[in-house]
């Protein structure tokens, strides 16, 4: 991708102006997460405001006449999966430098541990958002999708995840729960989803790594990782903090779309008879397009130099 520099900041030709299809674009992201800057302005004039409109109108119960989500049902299916993917990779960096934050500060913020809290219930509403079709579509498309790639592929190789359980472990533990208690409630919560989302989807519990014969606990290599950029299209390069955010602006604007449409779609992620679903899952699909709105702004103001919420 071609490089051009704006002020001293080095970023990436602009996301296109979105368009009336929704189509998944390769995402690019850095190798690691910047250290994560608080208020510092972004000089970069990659355009967002787009976006953010289309956003806004799909919250507030308009059906938007751009990135229209695919007929076809399994691509649509398909579509799902990578758009969710792709807005939680970018999201993964975001809440890293945030945890990063929170861990530096002998007492963190309000600010910054809300805007921490708010990601993970984002990250909720995107599993519920990936993961809502049934398992017998999973089994016919994804699953077979992912096997054919790989398999033993599996989301342990996802590199932008891999220490956000051990910061949100130690920020529990560093301070106390009058500072953190939102943010340790949304790790549950979210917890809560990936449980309910893999029994959905999976029954019987067989991974594709369990089946290949791998070891869950092994870890990802270089090499996985590298497989799992690739499946999902996504590439490493320097781009700043403002094209990342933009990127995951376009995500979270084409879940909204799709919502438009299909306003039922997040209470597919579980039963209403499960448990687990009714004490967390429920209430992140009610509240779904407000959570993703919420987190939006947060980029946006952080993107232009303003407070986030």
């Known amino acids: 991708m071609t490089m051009i520099q704006t002020h001293g900041v080095d970023t990436c030709l602009r996301v296109p102006d979105p368009g009336p299809v929704g189509t998944v674009e390769p995402l690019v992201l850095p190798e690691a997460p910047p ?16 976006d953010l409109a289309l956003l806004r109108l799909a919250a507030e119960g308009g059906r938007p006449r751009l990135l229209t989500p695919p ?9 799902r999966w990578w758009v969710g993917h792709h807005a939680a990779f970018a999201l993964w960096q975001t809440l890293t430098a945030t945890l ?6 002998p007492r ?3 600010r910054t541990v809300d805007a921490a809290t708010r990601m993970l219930d ?17 089994a016919a498309t994804l699953r077979r999708d992912m096997h054919a790639y790989d398999p033993a592929f599996s989301g342990t190789w996802a590199r932008d995840y891999e220490r956000i359980p051990e910061l949100l472990l130690r920020v529990k533990h560093r301070h106390p729960r009058s500072l953190v208690g939102p943010l340790n409630r949304a790790s549950r919560a979210n ?17 594709l790594l369990r089946e290949a014969g791998r070891c869950p606990h092994a870890g990802a290599m270089g090499n996985t990782q590298d497989r799992y950029d690739a499946f999902f299209r996504v590439r490493r390069e320097r781009v700043c903090e403002r094209v990342v955010a933009a990127q995951l602006v376009r995500r979270l604007a084409q879940v909204l779309r799709d919502l438009a449409d299909e306003p039922d779609l997040l209470a597919r992620g579980g039963s209403a008879r499960d448990p687990q679903w009714a004490r967390a899952v429920r209430g992140v699909a009610d509240d779904g397009p407000a959570i993703l709105t919420r987190f939006a702004d947060i980029l946006a103001r952080r993107a232009t130099g303003g407070s986030a919420p």
């Open 35 to 50: 250290p994560d800057a608080g208020e510092r302005p972004h000089r970069c004039p990659q355009p967002i405001a787009a």
């Open 191 to 207: 917890k809560l989803a990936h449980v309910a989302i893999a029994k959905k989807l999976v029954p019987n519990g067989a991974s």
């Open 108 to 110: 963190p913020s309000p």
């Open 100 to 105: 990063d934050r929170i861990l530096r500060e």
């Open 71 to 79: 007929e076809d049902e399994r691509e649509r299916i398909r579509y």
């Open 122 to 138: 984002c990250y909720s509403v995107l599993f519920l958002y990936s993961g809502s079709c049934s398992a017998e579509q999973y």
